[in-house]
């Protein structure tokens, strides 16, 4: 496609629930990053992917948090055992190289309601 | 490690004055700098960036940012706003070298009165 895309655009779950989140990248870009971007954290970096390896998962808040990259294109974000706390909006980028100096396009982002 | 600070959370102005919203970083190392803009409702989109060379950057809808090394700071300014500029701006750090993790500061808010 033109741009990052990601679905769903909007979801709501009930705490306690598991969650996935898919982003599809732009055609070709190796990497791919996942953001959180919520009222009292601003914007966290996640997870970076280079095709479908993580080498860098720093910033997934907690082992409920996870994600895998396949055949170098689509990412999942998945979410076990959803708590409020995790009520953002998610957001995945991705860029042609993992260079520093190479732009970053972002998605629109899932917003992440737990209830 | 990097950081950003953005100094302001929110910043009206009126249409047509000028604006500076306020971005400083820390780094151990020297770092490349971006401007990126959140429209209401939409995604983030790079603003502008600077990775090395001039020390004033432009974008191409009239924005501008000077890279201060000595004071760390990337401040964003435009010489006179329109509506159309009213959103979010982040300030945002990534390390050269390595993939493009990027730091991102608290957020502005520019809102626009006409």
């Known amino acids: 496609g033109a741009g990052v895309s990601q679905s769903p655009s909007n979801k709501v779950t009930e705490k306690g629930k598991d969650v996935e989140l898919r982003c599809d990248p732009i055609?070709?870009?190796?990497?791919l990053y996942w953001y959180r971007q919520s009222l009292g954290q601003g914007l966290e970096f996640l997870i970076y992917?280079?095709?479908?390896?993580?080498?860098?998962k720093s910033g997934l808040p907690s082992d409920r948090f996870s994600a895998e990259r396949t055949g170098g294109s689509v990412s999942t974000l998945t979410i076990q055992r959803t708590q409020q706390e995790d009520s953002a909006v998610y957001l995945c980028?991705?860029?042609?190289?993992?260079?520093?100096?190479?732009?970053?396009?972002f998605g629109q982002g899932t917003r992440l309601t737990v209830v | 490690a990097q950081s950003v600070t953005q100094l302001d959370s929110q910043v009206p102005v009126f249409e047509e004055a000028p604006v500076e919203l306020r971005c400083n970083y820390s780094?151990?190392?020297?770092?490349?700098l971006f401007w990126y803009v959140q429209y209401p409702n939409q995604g983030l989109q790079l603003l502008l960036k600077?990775?090395?060379?001039?020390?004033l950057v432009k974008s191409i809808n009239g924005f501008e940012a000077e890279f201060n090394k000595s004071q760390t700071s990337f401040h964003l300014r435009k010489p006179s706003v329109h509506i159309s500029d009213t959103a979010e701006y982040f300030c945002?750090?990534?390390?050269?070298?390595?993939?493009?993790?990027?730091?991102f500061g608290a957020g502005t808010r520019l809102a626009v009165h006409p």
């Open positions: 992917f280079q095709g479908n390896s993580a080498p860098d």
């Open positions: 980028a991705s860029s042609s190289y993992g260079q520093g100096n190479t732009e970053a396009f």
């Open positions: 055609s070709g870009h190796t990497a």
């Open positions: 780094s151990s190392v020297s770092v490349y």
């Open positions: 945002a750090v990534s390390a050269p070298g390595g993939y493009n993790k990027l730091i």
């Open positions: 600077y990775l090395s060379g001039s020390t």
